[in-house]
Every structure is written in structure tokens, then in C-alpha cells.
């Protein structure tokens, strides 16, 4: 992680029954876009490191015969439980709450390993060669992120635009300008560089695959909400007593920008990196 900044506990403390309203979904296609890619057949195993609610492993869980979702919150972990009995998939699922550091925990061998836009809050260099240990020979690691590239226009859609700015504007007035994370601050935020990691850790590849998205979304003032309050520079503890002017202030910013309560917004893509433990 960035120099200066240390993982506590209360990094996503609260956020997990925001999470899956909040944040928006990656991009239909994903699953089908890692079953040709890996060939996956509805066997071997995944890990998924980071898990949080159990967003990318519910949903890849068809692809594999067993899941396993790793994530310190245990609000993340018991969210990620619930939605995988919501989804019928617990008899392939176990939520193991533990940080990546923590691994290989006895965890066994797995074909897939996936970090959905977690890997910056880990420290990447233990973890890429403790999971590459854990990995089969023949195994993957794949790094999910939004397309961070691509503007996403709602110039043609019916409601107007979520008015991250502002939105952004104000939690600083609350929170302070340098962007919180836990106890801790990140005034230059996370660490990028991927892909120097894998390649020291002994990784093959990477291949990248783009999973489009663009679909129009709708969104509601309580969405938005829930969008800032998953988010670890915003997490509802952080707030304190002010949690309640907050959302006031939230809730009229956003009505002046939209009466009906109603935004558009356009599907983020999902790019995707596969690195391989072997050359494949």
C-alpha cells in the first residue's frame, strides 16, 4: 500500500449493507467472458481474495465447483453468506474471514484466483506470490476492474447525471479534503502498477480482455447514498454524530439537481487482466 498508510479494521466498517445497491455492477458478459478465456467447465475451485459481499464470486459460482471468499470486514462476510443463500449456492460457498495477508490459511490449491478491485489494499508482493503458491499449476490470476479509460455520456438519457462532483464536494466538507481510509488518510491515494507486481511475482501474461458495457442505468437519490457510504473514504462510522446532517445535505444537493429523485447513468465496462502461474 502507499507509504505512510496502515490497514486497520475500520476500513470498510458499515459499508457492507451498502454495497451492492451503492457501487454498480460490472458489466454483463463478465462470467461468460471468464469461462472462455480459462476455459471453465463448472469445476475446480476459486478463490476470490477480497471478496467483500460476494460480489464476483455468487456470480462466477456456476462456473466452478467450489467458491471461497476471503475478506477481513465481517460484515462482508456474513453479506457475501447471505447473498450466496439468496442466490442458491451455499453448499459450493465458504466465507472465510481473513486478510490476504493471512493466506494460504489452508485453504488448498484453486484453479482461479480473483482480486475484484481489491489488490491496492494488500500488500501486493506477499500476497501475488503466496497466491501463486496457492494456485495449481496450470491456474490464473485475474485482476477485475471498472474501464477507468472510457467516458460514460448521459447526454440522450431521461434523468440528468449523478452529480459526482458535487457529491464528492460535500463529503469533503465533512470528512476533510485528504481522502480518509480507516484510521488513516491517503493523500495520494492508492497504488497503481499491477502488472509490475504480477511480472516480479513470477506471473505469465498478462491478457486483457474489455467486457462492454454502456447499458443505461436508473438511479435514485438512495442509491447515490448507499454508493457513498460503501465507499472506505466515506464509510457511515466516519460521519460520527454529523451522519444525519450529511445525508440531509446529500438529499437536498441531489433533489436540486434532480426533483423526481431519478438519475441515468450508463454501465461502466469491466476491463480484465488474466495472468497465468505457467506460461499457457
Not at 64 to 76: A, K, L, R, T
Not at 130 to 140: E, F, I
Not at 260 to 275: I, K, L, M
Request: with cysteine.
Amino acid at each position: 500500500m502507499s507509504a505512510g498508510w496502515e490497514w486497520d479494521d475500520t476500513l470498510f466498517l458499515g459499508a457492507a449493507p451498502y454495497y451492492q445497491r451503492g457501487r454498480l455492477p460490472y458489466a454483463p458478459g463478465l462470467a461468460d467472458t471468464l469461462a472462455g478465456a480459462l476455459m471453465l467447465d463448472g469445476r475446480g475451485r476459486l478463490i476470490d481474495v477480497g471478496c467483500g459481499p460476494g460480489t464476483l464470486a455468487v456470480d462466477l459460482a456456476h462456473l466452478f465447483g467450489e467458491i471461497v471468499g476471503v475478506d477481513p470486514d465481517s460484515g462482508m462476510i456474513a453479506e457475501a453468506a447471505r447473498r450466496a443463500a439468496e442466490a442458491g449456492v451455499t453448499g459450493k460457498a465458504r466465507w472465510v474471514r481473513a486478510r490476504a495477508e493471512d493466506l494460504p490459511a489452508g485453504l488448498g490449491t484453486f484453479t482461479v484466483a480473483t482480486f475484484g478491485q481489491s489488490f491496492h489494499w494488500m500488500d501486493r508482493d506477499l500476497v501475488a506470490a503466496t497466491v501463486k503458491g496457492m494456485l495449481r499449476p496450470d491456474g490464473a490470476l485475474v485482476h477485475i476492474s471498472d474501464l477507468k479509460t472510457e467516458t460514460r455520456s448521459v447526454d440522450d438519457l431521461p434523468h440528468p447525471g449523478v452529480p459526482y462532483a458535487a457529491v464528492n464536494d460535500l463529503i469533503g466538507r465533512y470528512l476533510g479534503p485528504v481522502r480518509r481510509a480507516g484510521r488513516g488518510v491517503l493523500p495520494h491515494g492508492t497504488p497503481g502498477g499491477e502488472a509490475t507486481v504480477l511480472s516480479r511475482a513470477g506471473f505469465s501474461g498478462p491478457r486483457r480482455y474489455v467486457v462492454p458495457g454502456g447499458q443505461a442505468l436508473e438511479r435514485t437519490c438512495g442509491d447515490v447514498l448507499a454508493w457513498v457510504l460503501s465507499l472506505s473514504s466515506s464509510t457511515p462510522h466516519l460521519f460520527g454524530t454529523r451522519r444525519g446532517d450529511f445525508e440531509a445535505d446529500l438529499g437536498r444537493l441531489l433533489r436540486e439537481v434532480a426533483p423526481s429523485g431519478r438519475f441515468s447513468e450508463r454501465q461502466p465496462s469491466t476491463e480484465v487482466f488474466v495472468w497465468h502461474k505457467t506460461s499457457p
